[in-house]
Structure formats: C-alpha cells, structure tokens
T-cell receptor
C-alpha cells in the first residue's frame, strides 16, 4: 500500500527566507506525486505535480519540487517566502491505475513579518 | 473554466434533518469525488464517481448518500447525521483516462451538526 509522510507538522519562517517542506512516500512503482496548498476554510489548490520526466518540477506561485527516487522524496521549495504563503501544505501520492490519492498529514506554514 | 463550485458554503443541521450538498464542474471531467476533512487533518476520501457511476465507496455510513445526476453535477444527501459528522466537505473532479490525474477541488461546505 502506498503512504506519504510529512515529517514536519509545523514550520515557521521569516518573510523573504527560503523554504523547504519535506515529503517522503512509499510506493512500489513509479509514483504520481502532488503538492497541494490549503488556506484556512478553503479547498485545496494544486501547486505542482510529477508524473515522469524531468525530476525538477516548476509550479505556481514560485514553488518547485524535486523528485528523488533514491530517497523516496518529493520536497517542496521556494527561494523567498511571502506572507501570503502561510497555509497548510499537503503532499499526495497516487498509483497508476487507481483514481485515489493518498495524502500526507500536512505541514502548517507560518510566515513571520 | 477551471472551477469547481460547491453550495452551500455553510450548513447547520439537526440530527433529524435531511439536507443536500451540491457540487458542479464544467471542465468536462468524468471523475468526481467527495472528501471529508476534519480540522488539522488531511482530506479523507468518501466516494468516487467515474462516468456517473459510483466506483469507490470508502465504507461510508449510509446516512451519507451520493448521487451523480449528470457528468457535471455531484450531490451528497445527508440524513440523520451525528455531531461527529461535523466537518468540511470537499468536492473534487479530475479527468478519467484510467490512471491517476490531478484533482481540482471546490472551496468546500462547512457542515455543523447540532
């Protein structure tokens, strides 16, 4: 069975600082990987996805993620965080034929002025 | 149009009430999903519809009854709910080509059961 681990429950960074959110997955074949962001009381917005090809993926809002098969990781990065990036971030993995996504437990990002 | 809409935004109901949540998308997606999300937790899958047919029911209690009247609409009928059913209910849609695709989420309905 597939699983996703987000080791950091809560991260605090200062505005303008760089950001890295960690995601580790467990899946036997090539995974389909996603990062979603959720502002309080809102739905989830897709930031980026990895299906195959280039392991460095660019997303919206200046985010990028790197797929590292050897480490079973798909970490999310942003070089300079803005106050509006404060939100909950979810990593998710999907299997090839199923339509289901397995979500990590989420990382709450706080941005200090 | 890349939007999934959900109504109502907020819903308060008693344990004996019957209510419905509605979801609509016009992206031509043929897979639609209902999720339940409790505070500080990830979304939990409830149901998946593929081409208007129920394909996945994650052992959801029968007091939740999904319906997919057409390819653009998804309903969730609620009856005799319990206070622990209070949560954010999210609808999502995706293309359905026999493999996983990115899911587009609506803003959710905040449900409170008294």
């Amino acid at each position: 069975a597939q699983s996703v681990t987000q080791p950091d429950i809560h991260i605090t960074v200062s505005e303008g600082a760089s950001l890295e959110l960690r995601c580790n997955y467990s899946y036997g074949a090539t995974p389909y990987l996603f990062w979603y962001v959720q502002s309080p009381g809102q739905g989830l917005q897709l930031l980026l996805k990895y299906f195959s090809g280039d392991t460095l993926v660019q997303g919206i809002k200046g985010f990028e993620a790197e797929f590292k098969r050897s480490q079973s990781s798909f970490n999310l990065r942003k070089p300079s965080v803005h106050w509006s990036d404060a939100a909950e971030y979810f990593c998710a993995v999907g299997s090839g034929s199923a339509r289901q996504l397995t979500f990590g437990s989420g990382t709450q990002l706080t941005v200090l002025p | 149009d890349t939007e999934v809409t959900q109504t109502p935004k907020h819903l308060v109901m008693g344990m004996t009430n019957k209510k419905s949540l509605k979801c609509e998308q016009h992206m031509g997606h043929r897979a639609m999903y209902w999720y339940k999300q409790k505070a500080k937790k990830p979304p939990e899958l409830m149901f998946v519809y593929s081409y208007e047919k129920l394909s996945i029911n994650e052992s959801v209690p029968s007091r939740f009854s999904p319906e997919c009247p057409n390819s653009s609409l998804l309903n969730l009928h609620l009856h005799a709910l319990q206070p622990e059913d209070s949560a954010l209910y999210l609808c999502a849609s995706s293309q359905d080509h026999g493999r996983v695709n990115e899911q587009f989420f609506g803003p959710g309905t905040r449900l409170t059961v008294l």
